[in-house]
Structures are given as structure tokens and as C-alpha cells.
């Protein structure tokens, strides 16, 4: 049987939100054994886009003071990782909740940058696992996911979000 995976670059306080989001048996369980309800593939991802572009934010909440974490008119990132079922932000069965999902800000690049990385360079390792990733004018952290669509592994699907695509194909198709 294989181990759960762990990520090298990423702690599990910046996958998840803080403490007062999380179900009690979340609490219970102790944070790292977490690392097992994310999809490996997620977690693989995250390592090698990290390696590749350099440092990145998932969550930042555990930086701030804890009084503020369950507030939300404080700006921090706390959803960007898995989100409860409960979370109003994103979609009613956003992959966020199914722990398949990471919403990226890297130091060093754009959300651009890294687009026109995939259309380029599709076979690159740290695109491997992507099935589907989020793009319209002005994003300023990478979306990427493993939610299922009708090319499932042909291609990487680009999901519109708020208006456009930036300019992405509604598929990113992988060289074989």
C-alpha cells in the first residue's frame, strides 16, 4: 500500500482554511494526517509548479493573528485550497470542495506566463495531472483542477469564469 503523499514545498496550514472552518473531525484527526483527503495528483501539481515558477501562496491565514481568521472582512486567503461544503465562495460543488482544486499566486510569474507555458509545452510534467484550469482578463492567481469533462486526458479544459478566456481556446489539447 503507498503512502499518503506529502508535499515538499506546501504545509497543510496553507491547503486548508483555518481552524474555525474545519469540521470537528477535521480538528480531531490532527492537521497532517489531512494531507490524505486531497487528490495525490493536486498535491504533485502544487510541488512541481512550485519548483518550476518559483514561490507561491495558497493560503496565508496562519500569518495573521487568530483572532482574525474567522473574520471575513479581513482580506487573507483562506478558501483557496479545499473549501467546506458551507463556503459561499465559489461554486455550490466547486472541485475546492472535493479536494481537487488550488487557486495559485506565484511571486515570480503571471497567470499568463503560466498559460502560455501549457499551450507551449502541453507534455510538461507540471501539466500532467490538469484537467481543467480557470482564465479571464485581469486573474491574478492560476486556477487549476481535476474535474472531469468530455476530453478527459486528450485536453485541458479552459473554464471561463467571470467573462472570458483571455484569449485561451475552450481546450488546451495535450501532445501526445
Known amino acids: 500500500m503507498a503512502s499518503t503523499y506529502i508535499p515538499q514545498h506546501f504545509s497543510i496550514e496553507e491547503l486548508l482554511p483555518p481552524p474555525v472552518f474545519l469540521p470537528d473531525a477535521f480538528r480531531r484527526a490532527g492537521y497532517e494526517s489531512l494531507f490524505r483527503l486531497f487528490d495525490f495528483r493536486v498535491l504533485v501539481t502544487l510541488d512541481l509548479l512550485r519548483k518550476r515558477y518559483g514561490p507561491c501562496t495558497v493560503n496565508n491565514w496562519h500569518f495573521y493573528d ?4 474567522g473574520d471575513l472582512s479581513v482580506h487573507m486567503f483562506r478558501f483557496s485550497g479545499w473549501r467546506p461544503f458551507d463556503c459561499e465562495e465559489g461554486a455550490d460543488l466547486s472541485e475546492h470542495k472535493l479536494f481537487r482544486a488550488m487557486d495559485c499566486k506565484f511571486r515570480q510569474v503571471t497567470p499568463n506566463e503560466i498559460w502560455d507555458d501549457m499551450i507551449a509545452k502541453t507534455s510538461a510534467p507540471e501539466f500532467e495531472f490538469m484537467q481543467r484550469i480557470e482564465a479571464f482578463s485581469g486573474m491574478t492567481w492560476f486556477h487549476f483542477d481535476m474535474g472531469q469533462h468530455g476530453r478527459y486526458g486528450k485536453a485541458i479544459k479552459v473554464l471561463s469564469g467571470k467573462t472570458n478566456r483571455a484569449g485561451l ?8
Open 66 to 69: 487568530s483572532s482574525a481568521w
Open 169 to 176: 481556446p475552450a481546450f488546451i489539447e495535450r501532445v501526445a
